[in-house]
């Protein structure tokens, strides 16, 4: 077995037994620690993998999540039915997004900027949707918080904290068969240089629409989980600006293109920032954006003294071997 | 009547804005040659290639892989049809290893990764790339740049090989090497090459025949031994370096 194995293993059951310790408090945290991790590995793929820059990745959580609440809150549709009409709602978009950027040459920070577009007119879209709730919000009824029940995704907290480990665990061992896939090698070599990788025989143009799709599809069963653990919907959060970007923090702070990026750095971020709260609210200041402020200064520094990320360095600290898939020695 | 060539190019026509890049370049290769496309700088030899494979749609003429048009195809479908090129100014893919540069070329006939790795390692090592396959493609000297260029073409299995200048800054006896390399694929398994070289020795080794183009016009063609001595070659191109 490999040290990266032995890791691996030990971080999963670390979190596995987390709750015979920890209180609600920190279990909500790890909630939110793997919630980061999942959707920041759903990001990654289009970005760390693809190459693909995609500001505007909460439109994903935001389609799944309503999609599958409002299913469930006018029509008693399950979440565990509500999430392939999630799923397919946020493919479908990033479909379109991604056929007109990519179709038309757009590029880069173009690209980047196409999907904030979208992002706020989705936002704009849902707040004059009564069904939906419009700008006053969603609601999901909450039920019976002892149960256990999956199919609809009602239940103790406990089943919501083991339902994201499961999840996180889920798409970490997706994006590792992926990356050493053909599929995958695909996406480095757009990732890497589009002429060359054209060159070589490679549709860019079906290669990068694979990634933004399965980046929104998958993003979006993050939007459902959000959804039912959290019960309010509100299109100022849910397709804000804020939300994109926390959600492309994590995979940037642990390292790009890297299966453990993600899951590091929302290690690191998500308790970075309840320290940050918790001290400013017990130095009795209420000064807003202070967590964005201390986010924005953490990456500052990542960007400054470990440009490819915590990870990268990390592993070759412990002398692990690269996670493969486009990660060779330097 | 013969079967038609591997490659045939005829009246190929390029604008840049108000520059005409190529104007009327005609050639053809057959199955199992080695050919040269020299000429002085800026005459057009890399946008013959790129029109060829597809980066460039040209304003005028054709270009025929075995009778079938590649005019209009995506780079992409002119690699599938079966033509491998290098580029000019190489494009490695930096963050990934030399290995995986070369496998994902193989991924263009196999889609089991196993074995389009086993292939890159035989590609590496005839090109003597072996003992580098697992650094990073961006830690690479240029020369060794050039060669994984070559690599990933090759690793392709193409038909048709198009190489632009992969032995510019190699030292003579690597020069060689690779001159040699070049032989032995095409002897052995009948690979077809264009190459654009001005390193005439390279040239004057390898190739079969030479085509010679200055300011986008077609000067002249032969083997290579004629064409060095033709005045109007010397005059545009050879009469000014060396020799
Ligand atoms: N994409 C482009 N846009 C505008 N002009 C171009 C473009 N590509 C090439 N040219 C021009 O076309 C002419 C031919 O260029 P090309 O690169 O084909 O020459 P070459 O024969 O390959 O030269 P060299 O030996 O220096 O590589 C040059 O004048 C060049 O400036
Ligand atoms: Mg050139």
Known sequence: ?330 | MSAAPLLLVEGLVKNFRGLRAVDGVTFSVNAGEVVALIGPNGAGKTTVFNMIAGVFQPDGGRVELEGASLVGLRPDQVCRAGVGRTFQLVKPFGNISVEENVLIGALRWTHDVAQARRRAREVLDLLGLADKRRQMARSLTLPDRKCLEVARALATGPKLLLLDEVMAGLRPAETDRMVETFRKLNRESGLTIVLIEHVMRAVMALSQRVVVINSGKPVCEGVPEEVVRDPRVLDCYLGQEKL
């Open chain 1, 1 to 330: 077995m490999s040290r990266q194995a032995i890791l691996l293993g030990l971080l999963l059951a670390a979190f596995a037994l987390a709750p015979l310790v920890a209180g609600p408090y920190l279990l909500s945290v790890l909630v939110v620690v793997m919630y980061f991790a999942y959707v920041g590995q759903a990001w990654n793929i289009m970005m760390g993998f693809a190459g693909q820059l995609s500001l505007g990745h909460t439109l994903y959580v935001g389609l799944g999540a309503y999609t599958a609440a409002a299913l469930f809150v006018h029509l008693g549709v399950p979440a565990a039915l509500g999430l392939f009409a999630a799923a397919a709602a946020a493919v479908a978009v990033g479909g379109v997004i991604g056929a007109l950027g990519f179709r038309f040459g757009v590029k880069g920070v173009y690209f980047a900027l196409l999907t904030i577009a979208f992002a706020e007119f989705t936002r704009i879209l849902f707040e004059h949707i009564p069904g939906l709730g419009g700008p006053a919000g969603l609601f999901l009824p909450v039920g019976d918080r002892g149960g256990i029940d999956l199919i609809h995704l009602r239940g103790h907290p406990l089943m919501f904290y083991y339902l994201i480990l499961a999840m996180t665990v889920g798409i970490f061992l997706l994006c590792r068969r992926l990356v050493r896939s053909r599929l995958g090698y695909t996406w480095l070599a757009v990732r890497e240089d589009q002429e060359a990788a054209a060159a070589l025989g490679i549709n860019v143009f079906r290669a990068k629409l694979t990634a933004v799709m399965l980046s929104a599809g998958l993003t979006a069963l993050g939007g459902v989980f959000f959804a039912f653990y959290y019960n309010n919907l509100f299109p100022n959060q849910a397709f804000s600006m804020n939300r994109s970007i926390e959600i492309i923090l994590a995979p940037i702070v642990g390292g790009l293109g890297t299966l453990f990026g993600p899951i590091l750095g929302a290690l690191i971020l998500t308790p970075l920032g309840e320290l940050i709260t918790m001290a400013t609210e017990a130095m009795g200041f209420k000064a807003a954006g202070i967590k964005q402020l201390c986010y924005g200064l953490s990456l500052l520094a990542i960007v400054k003294f470990l440009p490819d990320g915590v990870w990268p360095w990390l592993r070759t600290r412990l002398g692990l071997e690269p996670d493969a898939g486009g990660e060779g020695e330097s």
